[in-house]
Structure formats: C-alpha cells, structure tokens
C-alpha cells in the first residue's frame, strides 16, 4: 500500500513538473515576435466580448487557444495595419458579439480609419444581429449566406422586475435613494417603471435609434427615415436583407474570399489578429509612452491587496491604487489615459479610487476616456478635473445614492425559522435582515444617503467647475448618453481612442506628429502567471470560487447587481441599469 501510495505521489509530482514546464514553453513560444507573409489579408473574427481589460491566452487550443483582443489592442492593430506594406485588406467576420454601443462606435471608426489607406474592407456575416451589422456598415462589401437571417428589428428596453416574486416568498426590499432617477433597486421594489425610469429609457432609445439610422443610412446610401422604415420590416431573410439593400451579395465563405481575392488582385494569405499583434512595423509606434490605466466591472471594496482571484471582472481601490502607483513611480510614462467602464458601485471604494487618481494626475498629465459606460460610481471616478472624453453613445451621468436592505422575516415564517435578540443601542437592528426598518431607522439611512448624494454633488461642480445647484439640476440620478452629457457640460468632449491621444499629446507637449506607444494597465498576464498569482493567495478556497461562481449567477439574473455590493451593505452609486445589445 505504501509503495502504491508513492507511486502514485511521484506521479503526480511528474506531471507537476512536466505541466509546468510545458506552460513555460507555451509562454515564451507566444511572446516569440512572429512575421507576416507579403500580400496578406488581416482576418478578425470578432466574436463574443471585447473587453478593455487584457485577458490571459490559453495555451492549448482545447483550452479556449487566444485571448480576445481588447479595445485598445484593436485600435493599435487598426492603425499598424494600414501602416503596414504587408497587409492587403481586412476581412472582417463578426458574430455574437457582446458590447455596448460606445465600443461598436470605437470598432467600427478604426475600420473606417483603415480603409483612409485605400486597402478594403470586406465584410462576412453569419447570424447577423444589430451589433454586427452596425460594424458591418464599415465594409466596402457586405456579405451573408444565402439562408441565413439578419436579425435586425429595431431596439426595445426591457426591465424585470422581481417584486411579484418576492412577495410570494414573504422577502421585503426598503430601498432608500437619492435623486428622483435613482431607480436601481426599483426592480425589486416596484412591478413596472415609475414615469421617470420610462422617460430616461425613451431617451436613450431616441439616441441610440438615431445613431443605428444615421449610420446605415450613411453607408448604404439611403436616408435615416428610409432605414427607419426598412428596420420596420426585419428581421430579413437573407433574399430579403439583399433586396432591401442591405448587403451586397449572398455567398458562402469561399465564395466571399473568392470575391476578396479577386479585388486586391493577389492570393488570399490570411493572417489572425492574435498573431499579427506579434508583429511589429517600423513607425507606428514611438519612443514615447502614455499608459492606458482599465478600470472595467462594477465596483467593490475588495481587500487591502489586489486579488487575482476576486478582482476578475471588478474594480476595487487595491487593485487600481497598485497600477496608479506603477504609472507614477515610471519616468518613461509620459501621460495617462484613465479608461473608465463601469456601472459604479460601492460609494467608499469610489471615493479611495478617485483619490489616488487625483494624486496621479498631480504626477502626470491626465485625459479620462469614457467607454461604453461611465455612470454613478464610474463617473465619479472620472472627475479628476482632468478632460473627460466620451462617445456618443457612452452611458454616463446617474449622479445619485441609493441604498437597500432585505427583510427576510416573510420568508422566515413559512420556512418555521425565528430569530430572537438582545440588544444595545437604539438602532443596533438596523441592518438586522429579521426586523422592518422603524422611522427612526429610516431616517437614518436618509440622512446618510442625502449627504453622500451631497457630496457627490459638490464633487462633481468642483471637477466640472460649476454651481451646486447647476449639477443638481442634471443629476438625481438621471442617465445622460455622451452627446447629452455634453450639450449639459458633464463631459468635455465626444470622442473615442483618437481622440484621446491627440489631447494626451497636447497636455503631455508631445509634437502632434510624433508616434506615441499605447502600454495597458493591467498587462496581459500568461495563464501560468495568473496561476502562480492565484496559488500564493491564502484566501482562495473551493468555497470562495464557488460563491464567486454563484455571484456571476446572480449577476446575470438581477440585471448585473453584484452581489458582493449587497452584501457589504453600503451606500451605492450604481448605475440603475445594463444595456445589452443585440
């Protein structure tokens, strides 16, 4: 039995050492420097989200293979592909992506950049939807197969609402907010919209409806109210997307790189984007440096070290702080882009997060470069005083505090379970999930909820350089797009990545000319890296990654609420909603 018991030890032993020395290979053959055949074609198939974030390779195809590219990384391919002798055209072939409008407008403007150089672009679709055929508009030529669907019917918003539900179960949500377009916890207080949220949501469909118009009309050559009354004809059979002027030709895949083959006049010599990001071309890219610092996800406390585990996905003040230190402490870092994605969140960690942000742009010129939301706790950690850039698309504003707790005492009766207590202190029960919040308990919570709204408020007129009552007069929690923010001065200017660089550029006195080199905070980690991180910290547990795993869950069913902010029971500022477009 004992030498069962070693043998078995040494195997495992072994297959620990080969594995790791296997992923060491893996690693240093995917940073090795590739090259690129002449007359090649760059092939992105886009699928699946585009974070801001870097995400780690999987090694071994079986594993998931490449990383998606991020934002920035598409944005630095865009502009080194059109630069480069070797690259023919694009061939773009997007499907079920999952991003907000901001980061189509971002996508989509690079195609449209590339295409300055004179090389195509050329576009196949497979089960289009809104999202990919909004890029799709930057092709030259569109294409889909014969029997396919373009699912494209125009734009609804829709909000569940779980109070029905809860009601059922005997649970009690008191919510208290700030500002009358708070609304984020209504979908557990209410069973439809409150007029406020309806007019909110109408003005954001107004928008978005009549960019999706504007720009298929632009491309197709038809004009906005033509498109609007063909989009009341979808979705459109692939025979119908054709006659109705929507794509150029039905073809299959060969077919498609058949007709690409034939306008640039070589062979089809397709290079992947994960590949060509290895490749370098001379001039592209210069000496100087500006740090592209992510903060993407809602935000949390977290702990007082950044966690590779927890952190996946959220923005905690330890994991930002660490990255504006990095930036501040490296002389070769000539200016800083703060992209901000998030809903926002916990209003403590927002405020500990905007402080080391101000400490940084003391050190560093600044730009603050909104994606596709910037909105309550992430708008506020954009108010540097620095010059804050937006889309128009960009869901931003929602300057307000809300605040909730549960009463489980419903639930409680019907499974038999009671709680009993001794206490100390008038409101010792206050956040007790056994007990109704009493009057005085109430106004408690309102008193704390208005002087965080308060001081969000005076924050955001100081950083705007505007009057109190001139940003109270815009907030209350009301969700702006960009080019509203704008037009009611909550942001400087609309714009994407390009933008960005040339301000950068500006305040960092770096000739217009000059190429500058884009370096992301955080940096792409190898899985072994993210391995080795994640096996030294001592509060990673099977029971820890599954509640984490369990929060996703939730997150997904509760229209992105992370449940690690209701558990720490704190005053949020949290966007009132998710947008997801499809």
């Given at each position: 039995?004992?030498?069962?018991?070693?043998?078995?030890?040494?195997?495992?032993?072994?297959?620990?050492?080969?594995?790791?020395?296997?992923?060491?290979?893996?690693?240093?053959?995917?940073?090795?420097?590739?090259?690129?055949?002449?007359?090649?074609?760059?092939?992105?198939?886009?699928?699946?989200?585009?974070?801001?974030?870097?995400?780690?390779?999987?090694?071994?195809?079986?594993?998931g293979g490449a990383a998606p590219p991020t934002v920035t990384e598409l944005w630095r391919t865009f502009h080194k592909a059109a630069a480069d002798p070797k690259i023919k055209a694009i061939a773009l072939m997007p499907r079920g992506l999952g991003v907000g409008w901001a980061k189509l407008h971002e996508i989509r403007a690079g195609l449209v950049n590339f295409k300055k150089s004179g090389k195509p672009v050329y576009v196949f679709l497979r089960a289009p939807r809104t999202p990919e055929y909004y890029l799709a508009t930057a092709g030259d030529k569109v294409f889909m197969v014969p029997e396919d669907l373009l699912d494209m019917k125009g734009l609804r918003a829709e909000v569940t609402y779980f109070k029905g539900s809860l009601d059922k179960l005997g649970v009690v949500f008191e919510a208290e907010h700030a500002g009358k377009y708070k609304d984020a916890l209504d979908t557990y207080t209410r069973t439809n919209m409150t007029p406020e949220t309806r007019e909110v949501l109408n003005s954001v469909l107004d928008v978005l409806?009549?960019?999706?118009?504007?720009?298929?009309?632009?491309?197709?050559?038809?004009?906005?109210?033509?498109?609007?009354?063909?989009?009341?004809?979808?979705?459109?059979?692939?025979?119908?997307?054709?006659?109705?002027?929507?794509?150029?030709?039905?073809?299959?895949?060969?077919?498609?790189?058949?007709?690409?083959?034939?306008?640039?006049?070589?062979?089809?010599?397709?290079?992947?984007?994960?590949?060509?990001?290895?490749?370098?071309?001379?001039?592209?890219?210069?000496?100087?440096?500006?740090?592209?610092?992510?903060?993407?996800?809602?935000?949390?406390?977290?702990?007082?070290?950044?966690?590779?585990?927890?952190?996946?996905?959220?923005?905690?003040?330890?994991?930002?702080?660490?990255?504006?230190?990095?930036?501040?402490?490296?002389?070769?870092?000539?200016?800083?882009?703060?992209?901000?994605?998030?809903?926002?969140?916990?209003?403590?960690?927002?405020?500990?997060?905007?402080?080391?942000?101000?400490?940084?742009?003391?050190?560093?010129?600044?730009?603050?470069?909104?994606?596709?939301?910037?909105?309550?706790?992430?708008?506020?950690?954009?108010?540097?005083?620095?010059?804050?850039?937006?889309?128009?698309?960009?869901?931003?504003?929602?300057?307000?505090?809300?605040?909730?707790?549960?009463?489980?005492?419903?639930?409680?009766?019907?499974?038999?379970?009671?709680?009993?207590?001794?206490?100390?202190?008038?409101?010792?029960?206050?956040?007790?999930?056994?007990?109704?919040?009493?009057?005085?308990?109430?106004?408690?919570?309102?008193?704390?909820?208005?002087?965080?709204?308060?001081?969000?408020?005076?924050?955001?007129?100081?950083?705007?350089?505007?009057?109190?009552?001139?940003?109270?007069?815009?907030?209350?929690?009301?969700?702006?797009?960009?080019?509203?923010?704008?037009?009611?001065?909550?942001?400087?200017?609309?714009?994407?990545?390009?933008?960005?660089?040339?301000?950068?550029?500006?305040?960092?006195?770096?000739?217009?000319?000059?190429?500058?080199?884009?370096?992301?905070?955080?940096?792409?980690?190898?899985?072994?890296?993210?391995?080795?991180?994640?096996?030294?910290?001592?509060?990673?547990?099977?029971?820890?990654?599954?509640?984490?795993?369990?929060?996703?869950?939730?997150?997904?069913?509760?229209?992105?609420?992370?449940?690690?902010?209701?558990?720490?029971?704190?005053?949020?500022?949290?966007?009132?909603?998710?947008?997801?477009?499809?």
């Amino acid at each position: 039995m004992k030498k069962f018991l070693l043998g078995v030890l040494s195997g495992l032993v072994i297959a620990g050492i080969f594995g790791f020395v296997a992923f060491v290979v893996f690693a240093r053959i995917g940073s090795q420097e590739k090259t690129v055949e002449k007359d090649s074609t760059l092939v992105l198939r886009l699928e699946g989200a585009i974070p801001e974030k870097p995400q780690a390779d999987m090694p071994l195809p079986f594993l998931g293979g490449a990383a998606p590219p991020t934002v920035t990384e598409l944005w630095r391919t865009f502009h080194k592909a059109a630069a480069d002798p070797k690259i023919k055209a694009i061939a773009l072939m997007p499907r079920g992506l999952g991003v907000g409008w901001a980061k189509l407008h971002e996508i989509r403007a690079g195609l449209v950049n590339f295409k300055k150089s004179g090389k195509p672009v050329y576009v196949f679709l497979r089960a289009p939807r809104t999202p990919e055929y909004y890029l799709a508009t930057a092709g030259d030529k569109v294409f889909m197969v014969p029997e396919d669907l373009l699912d494209m019917k125009g734009l609804r918003a829709e909000v569940t609402y779980f109070k029905g539900s809860l009601d059922k179960l005997g649970v009690v949500f008191e919510a208290e907010h700030a500002g009358k377009y708070k609304d984020a916890l209504d979908t557990y207080t209410r069973t439809n919209m409150t007029p406020e949220t309806r007019e909110v949501l109408n003005s954001v469909l107004d928008v978005l409806y009549s960019d999706l118009a504007t720009t298929i009309g632009g491309a197709r050559k038809k004009s906005p109210e033509d498109v609007k009354k063909i989009l009341d004809q979808g979705p459109f059979l692939a025979e119908q997307a054709l006659a109705a002027g929507l794509v150029d030709a039905l073809k299959y895949e060969d077919e498609f790189f058949d007709e690409l083959k034939a306008k640039i006049g070589v062979d089809i010599n397709r290079v992947g984007i994960s590949e060509y990001s290895k490749t370098t071309v001379s001039g592209v890219e210069g000496r100087d440096r500006i740090a592209v610092i992510v903060g993407e996800g809602p935000i949390v406390r977290g702990g007082s070290t950044p966690d590779p585990f927890s952190d996946e996905g959220q923005i905690t003040p330890a994991q930002m702080s660490k990255m504006f230190q990095q930036v501040g402490k490296d002389p070769s870092i000539k200016g800083v882009i703060l992209r901000v994605d998030s809903p926002g969140g916990d209003a403590v960690a927002s405020d500990e997060i905007l402080r080391e942000a101000k400490l940084l742009s003391k050190k560093k010129p600044m730009i603050i470069s909104m994606a596709d939301v910037a909105a309550s706790g992430g708008y506020y950690i954009s108010m540097t005083g620095d010059p804050v850039l937006a889309y128009p698309t960009t869901i931003t504003g929602s300057i307000g505090v809300i605040f909730g707790k549960v009463n489980l005492k419903g639930l409680y009766d019907k499974v038999g379970l009671t709680k009993d207590v001794v206490q100390r202190g008038k409101n010792a029960i206050i956040d007790s999930e056994y007990y109704k919040l009493d009057d005085e308990g109430k106004k408690k919570l309102r008193e704390g909820v208005d002087s965080v709204y308060k001081t969000f408020v005076g924050l955001v007129a100081e950083s705007r350089k505007k009057k109190f009552e001139e940003i109270h007069a815009v907030a209350q929690g009301r969700v702006w797009m960009g080019n509203q923010a704008k037009d009611e001065s909550l942001v400087d200017q609309l714009g994407g990545l390009d933008r960005a660089v040339e301000l950068i550029k500006e305040r960092a006195k770096i000739d217009k000319n000059k190429q500058v080199r884009l370096v992301l905070y955080p940096g792409k980690q190898t899985l072994l890296e993210q391995l080795l991180a994640k096996s030294t910290d001592t509060n990673v547990s099977i029971e820890r990654a599954v509640q984490l795993g369990v929060d996703r869950q939730v997150r997904e069913w509760t229209g992105g609420m992370p449940m690690e902010l209701m558990r720490q029971g704190s005053m949020l500022k949290l966007m009132p909603y998710r947008l997801e477009f499809r």
